[in-house]
DNA sequence: CCTTGAACCTGGGCGC
DNA sequence: TGCGCCCAGGTTCAAG
Protein backbone atom coordinates (compact mmCIF):
# COMPACT_ATOMS: atom_id res chain seq x y z
CA UNK A 1 0.00 0.00 0.00
CA UNK A 2 2.76 2.07 -0.77
CA UNK A 3 2.01 5.79 -2.13
CA UNK A 4 3.31 8.99 -0.06
CA UNK A 5 0.00 9.32 1.65
CA UNK A 6 0.07 5.59 2.77
CA UNK A 7 3.07 5.34 3.98
CA UNK A 8 2.89 8.47 6.15
CA UNK A 9 -0.43 7.17 7.37
CA UNK A 10 1.53 3.97 7.89
CA UNK A 11 4.20 6.32 10.03
CA UNK A 12 1.12 7.87 12.19
CA UNK A 13 0.34 4.80 13.16
CA UNK A 14 3.08 2.94 14.25
CA UNK A 15 4.39 6.44 15.62
CA UNK A 16 2.68 5.73 19.69
CA UNK A 17 3.91 2.24 19.61
CA UNK A 18 7.61 2.48 18.30
CA UNK A 19 8.70 6.05 19.45
CA UNK A 20 10.35 5.80 22.50
CA UNK A 21 10.59 2.27 22.83
CA UNK A 22 12.97 0.00 23.14
CA UNK A 23 13.40 -3.00 20.39
CA UNK A 24 13.70 -6.27 22.61
CA UNK A 25 13.88 -8.70 20.11
CA UNK A 26 13.77 -8.87 16.23
CA UNK A 27 12.52 -11.94 14.25
CA UNK A 28 13.94 -11.99 10.98
CA UNK A 29 12.32 -14.79 8.97
CA UNK A 30 14.08 -14.69 5.97
CA UNK A 31 17.39 -13.65 4.40
CA UNK A 32 15.93 -11.07 1.78
CA UNK A 33 12.93 -9.07 0.53
CA UNK A 34 13.69 -7.07 -2.55
CA UNK A 35 17.81 -6.87 -1.51
CA UNK A 36 18.98 -9.04 1.55
CA UNK A 37 18.80 -7.96 4.60
CA UNK A 38 22.03 -6.11 6.08
CA UNK A 39 24.54 -7.78 7.91
CA UNK A 40 23.64 -8.83 11.71
CA UNK A 41 20.47 -7.15 11.00
CA UNK A 42 18.47 -8.10 14.21
CA UNK A 43 21.97 -7.70 16.23
CA UNK A 44 22.29 -4.12 15.48
CA UNK A 45 18.89 -3.14 16.20
CA UNK A 46 18.36 -5.66 19.21
CA UNK A 47 18.98 -3.16 22.69
CA UNK A 48 18.26 0.46 20.69
CA UNK A 49 15.64 2.63 21.69
CA UNK A 50 13.45 4.45 18.85
CA UNK A 51 14.05 7.95 18.99
CA UNK A 52 11.99 9.12 15.96
CA UNK A 53 9.65 8.02 12.99
CA UNK A 54 9.94 9.63 9.80
CA UNK A 55 9.15 9.57 5.76
CA UNK A 56 11.00 10.84 2.77
CA UNK A 57 9.06 10.05 -0.35
CA UNK A 58 8.12 6.79 0.23
CA UNK A 59 10.71 5.70 2.21
CA UNK A 60 9.57 5.01 6.21
CA UNK A 61 12.87 6.02 7.85
CA UNK A 62 13.23 4.62 11.80
CA UNK A 63 15.89 6.11 13.68
CA UNK A 64 17.42 4.66 16.94
CA UNK A 65 18.93 6.27 19.64
CA UNK A 66 22.65 5.39 18.37
CA UNK A 67 22.28 7.14 15.02
CA UNK A 68 21.20 4.03 13.12
CA UNK A 69 18.26 4.70 10.93
CA UNK A 70 15.99 1.89 9.38
CA UNK A 71 15.14 2.52 5.81
CA UNK A 72 12.08 0.94 5.26
CA UNK A 73 10.23 0.73 1.36
CA UNK A 74 6.92 -1.24 1.37
CA UNK A 75 7.38 -1.89 -2.54
CA UNK A 76 4.10 -2.83 -3.63
CA UNK A 77 2.51 -5.01 -1.08
CA UNK A 78 3.97 -3.66 1.99
CA UNK A 79 2.50 -3.65 5.09
CA UNK A 80 3.41 -2.96 8.75
CA UNK A 81 0.45 -3.92 11.71
CA UNK A 82 0.73 -3.42 15.52
CA UNK A 83 0.20 -5.83 17.81
CA UNK A 84 -0.11 -4.71 21.28
CA UNK A 85 -2.40 -7.51 22.80
CA UNK A 86 0.48 -6.80 25.63
CA UNK A 87 -0.53 -3.71 26.77
CA UNK A 88 -3.35 -2.73 29.42
CA UNK A 89 -6.01 -1.08 27.23
CA UNK A 90 -6.18 -3.26 23.80
CA UNK A 91 -8.28 -2.01 21.47
CA UNK A 92 -8.92 -5.62 19.95
CA UNK A 93 -10.75 -4.49 17.19
CA UNK A 94 -7.65 -5.41 14.97
CA UNK A 95 -8.20 -8.81 14.87
CA UNK A 96 -8.96 -9.17 11.89
CA UNK A 97 -8.45 -12.46 9.90
CA UNK A 98 -4.66 -12.57 8.40
CA UNK A 99 -4.35 -16.11 8.81
CA UNK A 100 -3.69 -16.75 5.34
CA UNK A 101 -0.90 -14.02 5.16
CA UNK A 102 1.14 -15.18 8.00
CA UNK A 103 3.59 -16.56 5.77
CA UNK A 104 4.06 -13.56 4.32
CA UNK A 105 5.15 -12.25 7.81
CA UNK A 106 8.82 -11.26 7.18
CA UNK A 107 10.30 -9.39 9.96
CA UNK A 108 8.79 -8.70 13.73
CA UNK A 109 10.35 -6.49 16.17
CA UNK A 110 9.74 -6.89 20.05
CA UNK A 111 9.08 -3.44 21.46
CA UNK A 112 8.93 -2.47 25.23
CA UNK A 113 7.38 1.09 25.88
CA UNK A 114 6.34 2.53 28.86
CA UNK A 115 2.62 1.57 27.82
CA UNK A 116 4.00 -2.13 27.76
CA UNK A 117 4.89 -4.31 25.15
CA UNK A 118 3.86 -4.67 21.41
CA UNK A 119 4.72 -6.65 18.30
CA UNK A 120 5.27 -4.56 14.82
CA UNK A 121 4.96 -6.86 12.35
CA UNK A 122 5.61 -6.17 8.21
CA UNK A 123 4.18 -8.42 5.97
CA UNK A 124 4.88 -8.03 2.20
CA UNK A 125 3.55 -10.84 -0.18
CA UNK A 126 5.06 -10.09 -3.16
CA UNK A 127 8.43 -9.00 -1.50
CA UNK A 128 9.44 -6.07 -3.48
CA UNK A 129 9.62 -4.00 -0.37
CA UNK A 130 13.60 -3.89 1.62
CA UNK A 131 14.95 -2.55 5.03
CA UNK A 132 18.40 -0.94 5.11
CA UNK A 133 20.62 0.30 7.63
CA UNK A 134 22.83 3.81 7.16
CA UNK A 135 22.81 6.21 10.14
CA UNK A 136 21.85 9.78 10.63
CA UNK A 137 24.67 11.42 9.36
CA UNK A 138 25.07 9.52 5.93
CA UNK A 139 21.32 9.70 5.38
CA UNK A 140 21.12 13.01 3.03
CA UNK A 141 23.85 11.54 1.01
CA UNK A 142 22.67 7.86 0.40
CA UNK A 143 22.31 6.83 -2.70
CA UNK A 144 18.39 6.39 -2.36
CA UNK A 145 17.33 9.57 -0.69
CA UNK A 146 20.23 11.81 -2.35
CA UNK A 147 18.08 12.34 -5.96
CA UNK A 148 14.39 12.31 -4.64
CA UNK A 149 12.78 15.31 -5.69
CA UNK A 150 10.69 17.39 -3.33
CA UNK A 151 8.14 16.20 -1.31
CA UNK A 152 4.60 17.18 -2.57
CA UNK A 153 3.43 18.29 0.60
CA UNK A 154 4.48 22.13 1.78
CA UNK A 155 6.13 24.92 0.33
CA UNK A 156 8.65 23.23 -1.35
CA UNK A 157 7.06 21.98 -4.54
CA UNK A 158 5.89 25.17 -6.90
CA UNK A 159 5.55 25.76 -10.20
CA UNK A 160 8.98 27.34 -10.51
CA UNK A 161 9.93 24.04 -9.30
CA UNK A 162 8.44 21.63 -12.10
CA UNK A 163 8.92 24.23 -14.72
CA UNK A 164 12.99 23.88 -14.38
CA UNK A 165 12.45 19.77 -14.90
CA UNK A 166 9.60 20.23 -17.44
CA UNK A 167 11.45 22.77 -19.61
CA UNK A 168 12.03 21.19 -23.14
CA UNK A 169 10.60 18.11 -21.95
CA UNK A 170 8.50 15.54 -24.59
CA UNK A 171 7.69 12.91 -22.08
CA UNK A 172 3.86 12.78 -21.08
CA UNK A 173 2.75 14.38 -18.04
CA UNK A 174 2.22 11.16 -16.57
CA UNK A 175 5.62 9.56 -16.84
CA UNK A 176 7.10 13.39 -15.28
CA UNK A 177 5.10 13.41 -12.28
CA UNK A 178 5.96 9.36 -11.80
CA UNK A 179 9.09 10.48 -12.11
CA UNK A 180 11.01 10.16 -8.55
CA UNK A 181 13.86 12.70 -8.94
CA UNK A 182 11.32 15.80 -9.73
CA UNK A 183 8.68 15.56 -7.10
CA UNK A 184 9.53 12.25 -4.74
CA UNK A 185 6.42 10.08 -3.78
CA UNK A 186 3.37 10.58 -6.21
CA UNK A 187 2.54 6.84 -7.73
CA UNK A 188 0.30 5.82 -10.35
CA UNK A 189 -2.98 6.45 -7.95
CA UNK A 190 -1.91 10.18 -7.00
CA UNK A 191 -0.61 11.06 -10.37
CA UNK A 192 -3.99 10.27 -12.23
CA UNK A 193 -6.08 11.87 -9.57
CA UNK A 194 -4.43 14.72 -9.63
CA UNK A 195 -4.23 15.41 -13.50
CA UNK A 196 -7.57 14.58 -13.60
CA UNK A 197 -8.49 17.72 -11.21
CA UNK A 198 -6.44 19.97 -13.37
CA UNK A 199 -8.22 18.84 -16.33
CA UNK A 200 -4.97 17.97 -18.15
CA UNK A 201 -4.22 14.88 -20.41
CA UNK A 202 -1.60 12.61 -19.14
CA UNK A 203 -0.56 12.14 -22.78
CA UNK A 204 0.47 15.93 -22.88
CA UNK A 205 4.17 16.72 -22.98
CA UNK A 206 5.39 17.98 -20.00
CA UNK A 207 7.12 20.46 -21.56
CA UNK A 208 4.12 21.95 -22.96
CA UNK A 209 3.41 23.90 -19.39
CA UNK A 210 6.68 25.81 -19.38
CA UNK A 211 7.38 29.01 -21.91
CA UNK A 212 10.13 29.47 -24.36
CA UNK A 213 11.67 31.43 -21.88
CA UNK A 214 11.25 28.58 -19.11
CA UNK A 215 8.39 29.75 -17.10
CA UNK A 216 5.55 28.13 -15.63
CA UNK A 217 2.11 28.51 -17.68
CA UNK A 218 -1.30 29.16 -15.59
CA UNK A 219 -1.98 25.77 -16.29
CA UNK A 220 1.30 24.55 -14.66
CA UNK A 221 0.25 26.62 -11.45
CA UNK A 222 -2.86 24.57 -11.46
CA UNK A 223 -1.62 21.41 -11.30
CA UNK A 224 0.59 22.21 -8.81
CA UNK A 225 -2.13 22.65 -6.46
CA UNK A 226 -3.92 20.12 -7.56
CA UNK A 227 -0.72 17.77 -6.70
CA UNK A 228 -0.83 19.46 -3.60
CA UNK A 229 -4.60 19.43 -3.05
CA UNK A 230 -4.59 15.51 -3.52
CA UNK A 231 -1.99 14.34 -1.57
CA UNK A 232 -3.40 16.88 1.46
CA UNK A 233 -6.60 15.15 0.89
CA UNK A 234 -5.37 11.34 0.69
CA UNK A 235 -3.04 12.02 3.65
CA UNK A 236 -5.89 13.36 6.01
CA UNK A 237 -8.39 10.19 4.65
CA UNK A 238 -5.74 7.73 6.36
CA UNK A 239 -4.66 6.79 2.58
CA UNK A 240 -6.19 4.35 0.26
CA UNK A 241 -6.99 0.73 1.05
CA UNK A 242 -6.75 -1.15 -2.06
CA UNK A 243 -7.37 -5.18 -2.23
CA UNK A 244 -8.35 -5.22 1.45
CA UNK A 245 -4.96 -3.70 2.84
CA UNK A 246 -4.89 -2.50 6.52
CA UNK A 247 -3.67 0.28 8.32
CA UNK A 248 -1.28 -0.13 11.09
CA UNK A 249 -3.85 0.34 13.24
CA UNK A 250 -5.68 -2.46 11.79
CA UNK A 251 -8.63 0.16 10.15
CA UNK A 252 -8.73 1.16 6.55
CA UNK A 253 -8.10 4.17 4.97
CA UNK A 254 -10.81 5.35 2.78
CA UNK A 255 -10.04 7.84 0.19
CA UNK A 256 -10.28 5.08 -2.47
CA UNK A 257 -14.01 6.32 -1.80
CA UNK A 258 -12.95 9.89 -3.26
CA UNK A 259 -11.54 8.62 -6.46
CA UNK A 260 -12.44 10.30 -9.74
CA UNK A 261 -10.43 8.13 -12.54
CA UNK A 262 -8.39 5.14 -11.19
CA UNK A 263 -9.79 1.88 -11.98
CA UNK A 264 -12.93 3.75 -13.05
CA UNK A 265 -12.64 2.48 -16.71
CA UNK A 266 -15.96 3.27 -18.67
CA UNK A 267 -17.60 4.95 -15.31
CA UNK A 268 -19.00 8.35 -16.12
CA UNK A 269 -16.81 11.11 -15.55
CA UNK A 270 -17.45 13.05 -12.22
CA UNK A 271 -17.03 15.89 -13.73
CA UNK A 272 -20.12 18.43 -13.65
CA UNK A 273 -21.49 18.66 -16.96
CA UNK A 274 -18.68 16.56 -18.64
CA UNK A 275 -20.56 13.74 -19.64
CA UNK A 276 -17.31 11.48 -20.75
CA UNK A 277 -16.52 8.37 -19.70
CA UNK A 278 -12.97 7.17 -18.23
CA UNK A 279 -10.53 5.32 -20.43
CA UNK A 280 -7.54 3.51 -19.49
CA UNK A 281 -4.59 3.73 -22.19
CA UNK A 282 -1.00 2.19 -21.00
CA UNK A 283 1.66 4.44 -20.31
CA UNK A 284 5.36 3.59 -19.94
CA UNK A 285 3.71 -0.22 -18.86
CA UNK A 286 1.10 1.54 -16.77
CA UNK A 287 -2.40 1.52 -16.45
CA UNK A 288 -3.33 5.11 -16.79
CA UNK A 289 -7.18 6.10 -16.22
CA UNK A 290 -8.57 9.52 -17.34
CA UNK A 291 -11.11 11.71 -18.95
CA UNK A 292 -10.60 12.25 -22.57
CA UNK A 293 -13.73 14.73 -22.80
CA UNK A 294 -12.35 17.27 -20.36
CA UNK A 295 -8.41 16.18 -19.57
CA UNK A 296 -6.65 18.37 -21.99
C1' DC B 1 20.43 12.10 -22.99
C1' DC B 2 15.65 9.51 -23.64
C1' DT B 3 12.08 5.98 -23.90
C1' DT B 4 10.52 1.26 -23.61
C1' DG B 5 10.29 -3.36 -21.89
C1' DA B 6 11.49 -6.86 -18.86
C1' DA B 7 12.49 -8.30 -14.41
C1' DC B 8 11.73 -8.98 -9.51
C1' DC B 9 7.36 -11.86 -6.63
C1' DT B 10 2.61 -13.60 -5.02
C1' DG B 11 -2.28 -13.59 -5.30
C1' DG B 12 -6.89 -12.39 -6.98
C1' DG B 13 -10.13 -12.30 -10.69
C1' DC B 14 -11.92 -13.82 -14.95
C1' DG B 15 -12.82 -16.67 -19.10
C1' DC B 16 -12.95 -21.22 -20.77
C1' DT C 1 -12.89 -27.42 -10.07
C1' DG C 2 -8.88 -26.19 -12.52
C1' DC C 3 -5.85 -23.93 -15.61
C1' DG C 4 -3.96 -20.13 -17.95
C1' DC C 5 -3.79 -15.44 -18.58
C1' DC C 6 -3.93 -10.65 -17.09
C1' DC C 7 -3.63 -7.43 -13.66
C1' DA C 8 -1.87 -5.09 -9.28
C1' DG C 9 -0.24 1.06 -5.05
C1' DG C 10 7.22 0.34 -7.22
C1' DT C 11 11.78 0.46 -8.78
C1' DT C 12 15.87 -0.91 -11.43
C1' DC C 13 18.45 -2.38 -15.25
C1' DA C 14 19.39 -3.40 -20.06
C1' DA C 15 18.61 -2.43 -24.75
C1' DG C 16 17.30 0.40 -28.65
Given at each position: ??E?????T?????Q??????????V???R???R?P???N??A??E?R???R??R????????????????????????????????V???????H????N????HV????A???????????????FG???????D?????????DL?V?P???????????????????????????????A?L????????????R??P?????S?V????A?????E????C?R?????AI?????S???HR??????G??????N???R??E???R?G?????R??????RS???C????R
Amino acid sequence: MPELPEVETVRRGLQPAMEGAVVERVEQRRADLRFPFPDNFAARIEGRRVTRLKRRAKYLLIGFDDGAVLISHLGMSGSYYVDSSGTVNTPGDFHHDRSKNERHDHVVFHLAGSSGSARVVYNDPRRFGFMLLTDTDGLDAHPLIRDLGVEPTGNALNAAHLANHFAGKKAPLKAALLDQKIIAGLGNIYVCEALWQARLSPRRAAGSLVTADGAPVKRLEELTRCVRSVIAAAIEAGGSSLRDHRLADGTLGYFQHSFNTYDREAEPCRREGCGGKIRRIVQTGRSTFYCPACQR
